[in-house]
């Protein structure tokens, strides 16, 4: 069962594999083009960013300069961070690019900006966010299934807006869609300040060859 109402760390871990610990340099957050009703979300996105800048670590996003989205871009630069932007040709047009970026990658497609957002990235983060972040969310939660990468994906399940999410899988699993053992493929963080420490502290090992996760 995921749990929602408390840090749910639960690392893929194999007994036999060397482990090393997570050495964060790029976090990629999925977030919101828009900025919700709740202001403390905006408040969470800021302290994010704000963390990342302080930490030297660089920030990989949507290169947009509204919503959460630039919220947080805003709050790295700010603290002397760096932000990389990726976006595909046909939305540099409709969304707002940030103009104060580190670097911009203009890309050819969706599927093209999430899989550079990938390359680039040392895990994930999720802050609230609309369909494209469920979107990311789910797809680099599967990829994780299908032995794509051992990243840490951590949902910040900020004022429970992440409950939902939870619950769907633990309906997925209940169904018998997915084996229990899919909870373990992210963590469930509640406060912002746990994010960084949370990954760093997962260690980098192989998926076992008889994992229960497919």
């Not at 050495?23 to 704000?50: E, W």
């Not at 807006?161 to 373990?184: I, K, M, N, Q």
Request: net charge negative; hydrophobic share 45%; with cysteine.
């Amino acid at each position: 069962m995921v749990d929602c109402t408390a840090n749910n760390v639960t690392p893929i871990v194999n007994a036999s594999a060397h482990f090393l610990m997570t050495k964060l340099t790029s976090l990629c957050v999925y977030c919101g083009s828009q900025a919700g009703n709740q202001p403390s979300h905006r408040a969470a996105a800021a302290r994010l960013g704000t963390l990342l800048g302080e930490n030297g670590i660089r920030l990989i996003f949507g290169a947009g300069s509204v919503g959460l989205m630039g919220v947080v871009a805003d709050a790295v630069l700010a603290a002397g961070g760096e932000a990389v932007g990726i976006i595909p040709h046909h939305l540099n047009r409709v969304e707002l690019v940030h103009d104060q970026l580190t670097e911009i990658h203009v890309v050819n497609s969706m599927h093209e900006r999430k899989q550079r957002m990938f390359e680039l990235a040392d895990a994930f983060a999720v802050l609230p966010g609309g369909l494209g972040t469920l979107d990311e969310t789910i797809e680099i939660v599967t990829w994780r299934q299908l032995r794509l990468h051992q990243m840490p994906v951590i949902l910040i399940d900020h004022r429970g807006y992440w409950e939902p999410f939870c619950d769907l899988v633990d309906h997925v699993v209940r169904e018998g869609f997915a084996h229990h053992s899919v909870t373990t493929l992210f963590t469930v963080v509640n406060d912002v300040d746990d994010v960084i420490p949370t990954i760093e502290a997962q260690p980098q090992a192989e998926i076992p060859a008889n994992s229960d996760y497919l």
